[in-house]
């Protein structure tokens, strides 16, 4: 299950990757010749990616700490719901128990396992592959930008 897991996580990064970078190349094919007027004007190549990396990098912020605590709000939700559910439950009794099976666990367990919690090692996993992901996925399509002369720019 962990291998299993670890691959869609792999899957996920390099579709948002993908995406990402599609939808920056987008927001940059916009900013085409704003960029190209910078270079004309004598900026340097690396200032003018270091601002287009400060600009998606701050909504990338915003993004990604609105998407981890709404994230953690709505999975909370529905874990209670999942333990309100299984409390109102009418079980029926089932024929076919092993006898030979037994088990230590106890409600307590089983509902704090069902608990969402937020911790520091989680949070700062969350924010170093979503904002890695998105300084890769800005960078890719802003290096293909940024290397053409500037009068290729604005033509």
């Known amino acids: ?3 299993l897991s670890r691959y869609v996580l792999m899957a996920a990064i390099f579709a948002t990757i993908l995406i990402a970078g ?3 190349l987008l927001f940059l ?3 085409k010749h704003e960029l190209g007027i910078y270079l004309s004007l004598g900026e340097k190549r690396s200032r003018v990616i ?3 990396l400060i600009e998606v990098m ?3 912020f915003v993004g990604v700490t609105l998407s981890l605590f709404s994230g953690n709000f709505i999975a909370g939700q529905i874990s209670h719901t999942l333990i309100k559910t299984d409390e109102t439950a009418d079980f029926e009794q089932v024929d ?3 006898k030979d099976l037994t088990s230590d666990l106890t409600v307590d367990d089983v509902i704090g396992l069902y608990e969402v919690k937020l911790n520091a090692n989680y949070i700062l996993v969350f924010y170093s592959v979503g904002l890695a992901t998105i300084f890769i996925s800005t960078l890719l399509p802003l290096i293909y930008i ?3 002369n500037p009068k290729q720019i604005l033509m």
């Open 96 to 98: 076919y128990i092993n």
């Open 58 to 60: 701050v909504v990338a």
């Open 29 to 31: 094919r916009d900013r």
């Open 1 to 3: 299950m962990s291998t």
């Open 50 to 52: 270091g601002q287009i």
């Open 146 to 148: 940024v290397r053409l």
């Open 22 to 24: 599609l939808v920056v």
